[in-house]
């Protein structure tokens, strides 16, 4: 029998993950949805010809028996509450990212997760299953360049709607690099600090465009993360981890060299939708299969949902102090300590 998937929130990653669900992944139907905006939710339905039912909210749709597990792809600051209901539910949950939006927030549901005594919620750091990121992860844990020493990233969106802000930099945009940084690594954040270059012609008045954030680690790693979210030419991941033997850096999506006039060129991406498409799929496969197959899901944990905020804070804090902030963690609950990779 198919998982039984209800969706939370059918804006843009909702129906996204609708459309993979329904036309490519196996082993699970969507059977309900719910939106604040009915309207939306029932479009959805529509338009992918979903055999679901259209709850009034998430309560209801919880309550339902007709739902395994859920996605909740809502707005940010409603994760929390649905993915608190879904865990006392005894639903399954991914949630996109942040898990919530404040550290305390996610130590509710760590400490909600934990009294269930199984692993229930996924957060969506889909970087983990994209398979340049896992190369880079291989090599790092076969030491192809010894200890690694510094990172250079950036995080370049053509362009941002304009209720975009200066914080949403690091919560919303710089938090995959914070997710996926300290997995390839394994290592801790031990602090961070946020320098403003010279603005960019093309950012909204409101807008601090582009930033760097620098990070230590605890053992010693400097990273530089560049995120610049009006680059104009299109979406543009970079990461190069520089080690004690040698350098590795994540590969360019592949794309045809085109010969012509005088010139040789590739495609760059335009869209997160189409950057990390095959990341997506594998990091929504993985949350069906793992329910199926182990009663239990895997990949980034509730953990790692509290490690990005607690990260992230500390960013927002520098922003505002311009000075390095610490990044403190509590302790890691044993509950967590045999999750630190995503299962392949
Ligand atoms: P969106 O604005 O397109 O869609 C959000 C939907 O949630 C809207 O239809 C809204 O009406 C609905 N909603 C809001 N509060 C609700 C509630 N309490 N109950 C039910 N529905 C509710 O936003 P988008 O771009 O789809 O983002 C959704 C989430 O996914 C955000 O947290 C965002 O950070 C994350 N995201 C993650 C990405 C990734 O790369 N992993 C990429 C894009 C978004
Ligand atoms: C968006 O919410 C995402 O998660 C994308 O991956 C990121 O590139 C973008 O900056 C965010 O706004």
Redesign the pocket.
């Known amino acids: 029998m198919n998982l039984r998937i209800g969706v939370?929130?059918?804006?843009?990653?909702?129906k996204e993950h609708i459309n993979r669900i329904t036309n490519k992944l196996s082993g699970a139907e969507i059977t309900a949805v719910?939106?604040?905006?009915q309207e939306?939710a029932k479009q959805t339905v529509q338009d992918f010809e979903l055999n679901a039912s259209v709850y009034p909210?998430?309560d209801s749709l919880l309550a339902s028996e007709n739902v395994d597990a859920v996605l909740v792809?809502?707005?940010?600051p409603?994760?929390e509450s649905?993915v608190l209901k879904a865990i006392q539910h005894g639903k399954y949950v991914f949630c996109?990212?942040?898990l919530a939006t404040t550290a305390e927030g996610c130590m509710r549901i760590v400490k909600e997760e934990m009294k269930t005594g199984k692993r229930l919620v996924q957060v969506?750091f889909?970087r983990r299953y994209d398979s340049g990121y896992i190369q880079l992860k291989e090599a790092i844990d076969n030491r192809a360049v010894g200890e690694p020493l510094m990172i250079h990233c950036a995080h370049r969106n053509p362009t941002v709607a304009s209720n975009y802000s200066t914080d949403m930099a690091v919560v919303?945009t710089l938090v995959?690099e914070i997710d996926v940084l300290h997995w390839l690594v394994n290592d801790d954040y031990e602090s961070v600090q946020v320098i403003y270059p010279k603005k960019s012609k093309n950012a909204l008045p409101h807008l601090k465009d582009p930033q760097m954030v620098i990070i230590e680690t605890k053992g010693g790693i400097v990273i530089n993360a560049e995120i610049y979210v009006n680059c104009k030419y299109g979406y543009d991941i970079q990461c190069e981890i520089v080690g004690e033997d040698g350098v590795i850096k994540l590969p360019e999506p592949s794309s045809i060299s085109l010969r012509k006039e005088g010139k040789l060129s590739t495609d760059i991406l335009m869209d997160?939708q189409r950057r990390?498409a095959a990341a997506y799929d594998a990091e929504i496969q993985d949350f069906i299969e793992s329910i199926r197959k182990k009663g239990e899901v895997s990949g980034p944990t509730a953990w790692d949902g509290y490690i990005a905020a607690v990260t992230t804070d500390a960013c927002v804090k520098a922003q505002e102090s311009g000075q390095k902030e610490p990044v403190a963690l509590q302790e890691k609950p044993a509950f967590y300590q045999s999750f630190t990779t995503v299962s392949k």
């Open positions: 939370i929130g059918t804006g843009a990653i909702g719910t939106d604040v905006n939306a909210d998430d792809t809502s707005w940010g409603a994760h649905s996109e990212k942040p969506g889909m919303d995959h997160w990390f």
